[in-house]
């Protein structure tokens, strides 16, 4: 992996093969359909490798099924009288062989209500909320060169998480991430400005790292502070060795002077430019935006952000 490429973030949203309605899995009935039921990979029905799905239609995310259709006062009118349950998503994608070992991970914005994700038939992650993103992370069970990958996705929006209308499906984007094996966490740069005194604040930043190898590795953690315009206005370097197959979390400071404060008026947000080095080699590069602001509460006056 180049520098120039440390970390790659592909859209996943077109060309997803839609189903409406459960899809039954066959009952093993032999010794041999019982043992390889039992096998990481072989999962059946709509989430199987091979499945048959030449007869689904082709939707594009974000996909909310239950808005397609019509009203009826047999459903829940919380829901707007539409109709909620299960649905299934399939989709096919190719790595290339320079894809091996990368860390490579799809994540969802967001999937309506419960979801069960399988890869080239492997179980790989359930997340039963339809508001959170969640990632899952595939590498071990990628197929790369002129084998596809495939994903399945069972999407049960039987389930109301609150009383208004939620939709159903995967409502928000897909996105396909390949890193290297050290590389930021997901959600891992937390930005907190800390106001000193009337000009003065601290950039406090937490990130945490992960080592995905199965050797330990020292590696630099360098986070640049970018104003509104893009210029660098601070930065910060720090050292750590992670151990093989853990992660670690690193605290650093960036002070500043009277950064250009976000309010509802004037909505100035500020970048971190996160980068990971390994042996000098950039390994990874994220970008983390927030705003310099206070709140308070006053008992006469009230909130004031």
């Given at each position: 992996?180049?520098?120039?490429?440390?970390?790659?973030?592909?859209?996943?949203?077109?060309?997803?093969?839609?189903?409406?309605?459960?899809?039954?899995?066959?009952?093993?009935?032999?010794?041999?359909?019982?043992?390889?039921?039992?096998?990481?990979?072989?999962?059946?029905?709509?989430?199987?490798?091979?499945?048959?799905?030449?007869?689904?239609?082709?939707?594009?995310?974000?996909?909310?099924?239950?808005?397609?259709?019509?009203?009826?006062?047999?459903?829940?009118?919380?829901?707007?009288?539409?109709?909620?349950?299960?649905?299934w998503y399939r989709r096919y994608f190719h790595l290339d062989e320079s894809d091996r070992g990368k860390r490579l991970a799809i994540q969802f914005d967001g999937v309506a209500t419960h979801a069960t994700v399988y890869v080239n038939g492997h179980l790989l992650r359930r997340h039963f909320n339809g508001y959170t993103p969640f990632t899952i992370e595939m590498a071990d069970v990628a197929n790369f060169g002129p084998q596809v990958n495939v994903v399945a996705v069972r999407v049960d929006a039987g389930y109301m998480e609150g009383w208004w209308y939620e939709g159903a499906g995967i409502y928000r984007h897909a996105w396909l991430?390949?890193?290297?094996?050290?590389?930021?966490?997901?959600?891992?740069?937390?930005?907190?400005?800390?106001?000193?005194?009337?000009?003065?604040?601290?950039?406090?930043?937490?990130?945490?790292?992960?080592?995905?190898?199965?050797?330990?590795?020292?590696?630099?953690?360098?986070?640049?502070?970018?104003?509104?315009?893009?210029?660098?206005?601070?930065?910060?370097?720090?050292?750590?060795?992670?151990?093989?197959?853990?992660?670690?979390?690193?605290?650093?400071?960036?002070?500043?002077?009277?950064?250009?404060?976000?309010?509802?008026?004037?909505?100035?947000?500020?970048?971190?430019?996160?980068?990971?080095?390994?042996?000098?080699?950039?390994?990874?590069?994220?970008?983390?935006?927030?705003?310099?602001?206070?709140?308070?509460?006053?008992?006469?006056?009230?909130?004031?952000?």
């Amino acid at each position: 992996m180049s520098e120039a490429d440390a970390r790659q973030i592909l859209c996943l949203d077109r060309g997803w093969l839609f189903h409406r309605g459960d899809i039954e899995s066959p009952v093993p009935h032999t010794h041999i359909a019982a043992y390889m039921n039992h096998k990481a990979g072989w999962a059946r029905g709509a989430a199987r490798y091979n499945y048959d799905d030449s007869d689904w239609r082709t939707v594009d995310l974000p996909h909310d099924w239950s808005i397609e259709c019509a009203p009826s006062p047999e459903n829940h009118p919380n829901q707007g009288f539409l109709p909620r349950g299960v649905s299934w998503y399939r989709r096919y994608f190719h790595l290339d062989e320079s894809d091996r070992g990368k860390r490579l991970a799809i994540q969802f914005d967001g999937v309506a209500t419960h979801a069960t994700v399988y890869v080239n038939g492997h179980l790989l992650r359930r997340h039963f909320n339809g508001y959170t993103p969640f990632t899952i992370e595939m590498a071990d069970v990628a197929n790369f060169g002129p084998q596809v990958n495939v994903v399945a996705v069972r999407v049960d929006a039987g389930y109301m998480e609150g009383w208004w209308y939620e939709g159903a499906g995967i409502y928000r984007h897909a996105w396909l991430i390949k890193t290297g094996p050290v590389h930021v966490d997901t959600f891992g740069v937390y930005a907190c400005p800390e106001r000193l005194s009337q000009t003065d604040w601290n950039t406090r930043i937490q990130t945490t790292l992960v080592n995905a190898t199965s050797a330990a590795v020292t590696c630099e953690l360098r986070s640049r502070l970018l104003d509104p315009a893009g210029h660098a206005v601070g930065e910060t370097r720090s050292d750590t060795t992670i151990d093989a197959r853990q992660s670690a979390v690193l605290e650093q400071n960036i002070p500043v002077q009277s950064p250009a404060l976000w309010s509802l008026q004037d909505r100035n947000l500020y970048r971190i430019r996160t980068e990971v080095f390994v042996g000098g080699r950039r390994v990874d590069t994220l970008h983390t935006t927030f705003g310099y602001r206070t709140i308070r509460f006053d008992p006469d006056a009230g909130f004031f952000l």
